[in-house]
């Protein structure tokens, strides 16, 4: 069994990686910790487990040795308490945090932890790996078989709706959420990341943030200038996203409901012929996908599991 830490405990991606955790073939959940009183039982901070885990929140230290953390505390909190953890060297990392996004690549230990970028990466020898942010996971998995193939080679328009709870993370409240800012951070780093896919990429990227109405949904849309026809567009995606397990190419539009409460990511491809517009739409669960499922996912892989290992989770059907 995988002995798992969570800190952060408090926060939205951590309820929801507990939610996948406790019902995880291969894991055991030996401490959550965080912002809430010591010895409250974390099915009162977790909703929707009760009488599936007996856990309480901040136990007296030592804490005990655990195979991997998962880091699901604010950016501005994740180092401090990390340092104050002083985890053993061989203990590995996965941190939600978002604190060390642009960090990977050269000599840096942090490896950029999305799978269908860097999947060989992952499965090792990376004990210290950085979950995107969920709009950039998103935007990421919709161009990346462009990437790959050097065929992003013109200014990128992108459209990014989250729903709510992307809003309400580390405490902060829609009024208050500073989308200018938010929005800067995930384009700088999706532009860090596809300059790690296509050395070449050096276009423009403007980024539009709207709110949906659905909860945990994202749903995002990628517009740029394509030279190649549809057909061989569509031949680029399935081939690439033929041994991922999490990403599907459809040829209908797709809708949030596909997606929520699953770990995929449903991406759909139009090509307007006569202007050479590709128009490349994606859709995933934010706290899934976008987060704690992905951190899963990592964590399967560093471990040498299936990749679908505690993820075979339910869909909406609405």
């Known amino acids: 069994m995988i002995k798992v830490g969570i800190t952060g405990c408090e926060t939205l991606r951590a309820t929801e990686l507990v939610r996948v955790l406790i019902n995880h073939p291969d894991v055991e959940l030996c401490w959550a910790i965080g912002d809430?009183?010591?010895?409250?039982?974390?099915d009162s901070i977790v909703t929707g487990i009760v009488g599936e885990c007996d856990l309480k929140a901040n136990p007296e230290k030592p804490l005990d040795e655990v195979d991997v953390v998962f880091v699901c505390d604010s950016v501005t909190r994740a180092q401090?308490?990390?340092?104050?953890?002083?985890?053993?060297?061989?203990?590995?990392?996965?941190?939600l945090s978002g604190n060390h996004n642009m960090a990977h690549g050269g000599e840096s230990p942090?490896?950029?932890?999305?799978?269908e970028m860097q999947r060989r990466v992952l499965v090792h020898d990376s004990p210290l790996v950085s979950i995107p942010g969920n709009a950039a996971?998103?935007?990421?998995?919709?161009v990346m078989p462009m990437a790959r193939n050097l065929m992003l080679n013109s200014p990128?328009?992108?459209?990014?709706?989250?729903?709510?709870?992307?809003f309400l993370e580390d405490g902060r409240t829609i009024d208050g959420f500073?989308?200018?800012?938010?929005?800067?951070?995930?384009?700088?780093e999706v532009e860090y990341a596809l300059r790690q896919c296509q050395s070449s990429f050096d276009q423009p990227v403007s980024l539009t943030i709207s709110r949906l109405a659905e909860r945990r949904a994202l749903a995002a849309a990628v517009r740029f200038k394509c030279g190649v026809d549809g057909e061989t567009v569509?031949?680029?995606?399935?081939?690439?996203?033929?041994d991922h397990n999490f990403v599907f190419i459809v040829d209908r539009p797709i809708v949030t409901a596909d997606v929520e409460n699953t770990n995929k990511c449903l991406i759909h491809l139009e090509k307007d012929e006569r202007t050479g517009w590709l128009t490349i739409h994606a859709v995933m669960d934010l706290l899934l996908k976008g987060s704690a499922g992905n951190a899963v996912h990592i964590m399967n892989l560093m471990f040498g599991l299936h990749e679908r290992a505690g993820l075979a989770l339910k869909a909406t059907g609405c």
Do not use: F
Not at 110 to 115: A, I, Q, T, V
Not at 234 to 239: K, S
């Open 137 to 142: 996971t998103a935007l990421l998995l919709a």
């Open 110 to 115: 942090w490896k950029y932890g999305l799978s």
């Open 80 to 95: 401090s308490t990390l340092d104050a953890l002083a985890l053993p060297e061989q203990t590995r990392i996965i941190d």
């Open 178 to 188: 500073d989308v200018d800012g938010w929005a800067a951070n995930q384009r700088q």
């Open 36 to 42: 809430v009183p010591s010895g409250v039982c974390l």
């Open 156 to 166: 990128l328009e992108i459209k990014v709706a989250l729903g709510t709870m992307a």
């Open 234 to 242: 569509h031949q680029l995606y399935d081939q690439y996203y033929d």
